[in-house]
């Protein structure tokens, strides 16, 4: 596969950043293994990873892609870890925009619109919006030009005090769910990036939940307050659903991922059919 140089100096130069071994630890105590129960999974003696992790013992190209494997690490990462260890890398990263993307862009593009009347987006690894069906256009009246402005990060447009969350009703359960679900991926790709927007998002203002003592549904619902002509059209209520790759060998498409809006009631359904 093909790398650009620029993205290979990109991926080079972070991976120079710690050794082999660093790498390789900080990931096995990032999933909370031992080095046994890595070896064990691996099939390799604990000694032998013992000796990677000192920098006792240089890993083979094979060694280090069975281990990023078996830790489940981002095809990124899986890069990074080759090249830390004087490798070239084994995904290539392409811009979905590229020739040889078409088939994925495709795919994107028909759930996108066949989506519709239902909101639907589609984001990479940092939530950046990458594109949107024309049903997302109508829920954003009154977010603030600034939000919209390209880069558009869908986490902060929903959270930010002049995005959407002014008008969503169940804005604490809503900003509750979005926060554990950037916290676990921060936890599975250790992305620094992540982290501190996960920081952004908490130091946002958020009212007291209205409904401490609501039953547990099915799941937690996007409750959005919408305008039509000016006027208050009431409250849509959304559930959400994410779809990605099933089996990318490519960075850029295993890094993303379609949020799909699905009306959670009848009322919301006849509503976005008319908007």
Known sequence: MQMTL???????DTATQATVGDLLRDWRQRRKLSQLDLAMDAEISARHLSFIETGRAAPSRSMLLRL?????????ERNALLLAG??????????LDAPDMAAARAAVEAILKGHEPFPAVAVDRHWTLVAAN???GPLLAGVSPELLQPPVNVLRLSLHPQGLAPRIENLPEWRNHLLARLRQQIDQSGDPVLETLWQELRAYPCPASRTPHAPIGIAVPLQLRVEADGEDAGILSFLSTTTVFGTPVDVTLSELALECFYPADEATRRALAAL
Request: proline residues 10%; charged residues 20%; aromatic residues 6%.
């Open 86 to 95: 004087g490798f070239a890398p084994a995904f290539a990263e392409r811009p």
């Open 68 to 76: 990023a494997e078996q830790l489940d690490l981002p095809l990124r």
């Open 6 to 12: 620029t993205q290979t100096a990109t991926i080079r």
């Open 134 to 136: 024309g049903a997302l």
